[in-house]
């Protein structure tokens, strides 16, 4: 039977306890852990390659932090504060990059531990942050009941997958009372890229595709509660103002009033696009918003009834909001624009 790999366990030895010991690290590591002096070596010079850990000297060497960083971090949620896990635990390990970056990790990883603290019901909370010379990577964990479950259940959702669907769309929250339902919105256009995992299902925001999927995990691979990864480039030039800008609905209103619905997203399975009721379902919650933009990217063709719900019975009950339609094959443009028709003979009509 092959031993189990202690890599992780003897870098994270070796990270907490190089400023104490920067002079005799490996044995100290190498007695706390009941390994040879070999073997914490070994992973001593991969975390100088990798930039965690650096080395004077070659008989007598002296190590010291290197200028990445990575560290873990756990809470007990009951009690737990935001502000403190952002100022005590990340902040230092972030000192020194460009204010753009400090912004958004401030605010990612302050949003997504609130989400933790309020709405998990979990117990405990864990952070990972891991600072490369490419790459900012920071990971909340908690062992609460799962983000998909929770709205699914708040939303009456009758498939757990479409709980991708709101979330995608923004404004969504389980406690309308404390929150406004903008923290994943927002937080998922900041990151390069931003990912939620939960029971079965993965989320997946990718800036580089401008989409966002959904994936299935092998039940034997499935996680309790939720976890929430957003990775950054150090090259990165985005704002956090860029990203708020971009949905608000102008210079002197800074409402979050527009938004980018994935059609897609509202299929279940391999199901196609025709009915009422999955147009009712696309719709849901989006005449809270002034423009709405249907991506109809991956979707090969609608129904006249699902086109008709949306562009014409939708559009005529919320004449305040803009429908914008992109990324429609000539099938679906079709479909889209009989509906359009029918919608304005309609308001020919009213005018008579």
């Known amino acids: ?49 990798a930039g965690y850990l650096a080395k004077s000297g070659t008989t007598r060497p002296t190590y010291s932090l290197g200028p990445s960083r990575r560290a873990v971090f756990t809470h007990t949620l009951r009690g737990l504060e935001e502000d403190r896990v952002w100022s005590h635990d990340v902040a230092p390990l972030l000192r020194g990059l460009p204010t753009n970056l400090i912004d958004i990790c401030h605010h990612g990883l302050t949003e997504m531990v609130n989400n933790a603290i309020d709405h998990s019901d ?6 990972f942050v891991d600072r490369t010379r490419e790459t900012i990577t ?27 669907l709101e979330l995608s769309k923004g404004k969504l929250t389980t406690d309308p009372r404390r929150h406004t339902g903008e923290g994943v919105f ?23 595709q401008a989409d966002d999927l959904l994936d299935n995990i092998e039940p034997r691979y499935a996680r309790h509660g939720t976890t929430v990864l957003m990775e950054i480039a150090t090259r990165s030039r985005r704002t956090a103002k860029r ?27 391999d199901e196609n696009l025709v009915s009422r009721s999955q147009a009712k379902r696309l719709m849901q919650r989006v005449e809270r918003f002034r423009t709405v933009v249907l991506d109809f990217a991956g ?18 009950a919320h004449p305040g909001v803009e429908l914008v339609p992109m990324h429609a094959v000539s099938a679906v443009q079709q479909m889209i624009r009989r509906a359009e028709i029918a919608r304005d003979e309609d308001h020919a009509r009213q005018r008579i």
């Not at 690290?25 to 706390?32: E, N, P, S, T």
């Open 299 to 316: 979707v090969a063709d609608i129904g006249q009834s699902f086109a008709d719900e949306v562009f014409r019975v939708f559009a005529n």
């Open 186 to 208: 927002f937080t998922s256009r900041m990151f390069d890229r931003f990912q939620i995992v939960s029971g079965e299902f993965v989320f997946d925001h990718d800036d580089a």
């Open 122 to 127: 979990g117990s405990h909370l864990r952070v």
């Open 1 to 49: 039977m092959p031993r189990p790999d202690r890599s992780a366990k003897v870098d994270a030895a070796l990270l907490a306890r190089v400023e104490k010991h920067p002079r005799d690290l490996v044995a100290v590591v190498g007695d706390a852990l009941d390994l040879t002096r070999q073997t914490v070596a070994v992973r001593a010079r991969a975390l100088i390659e």
């Open 138 to 164: 920071l990971m909340v964990s908690d062992d609460g009941v799962g983000i998909f479950r929770k709205i699914t259940a708040a939303l009456a959702l009758p498939d757990e997958r479409l709980a991708l």
């Open 243 to 269: 990203v708020f800008d971009q949905f608000s609905s102008g210079p002197d209103d800074y409402a979050f009033a527009k938004t980018v619905v994935p059609v897609r997203l509202a299929k279940i399975g």
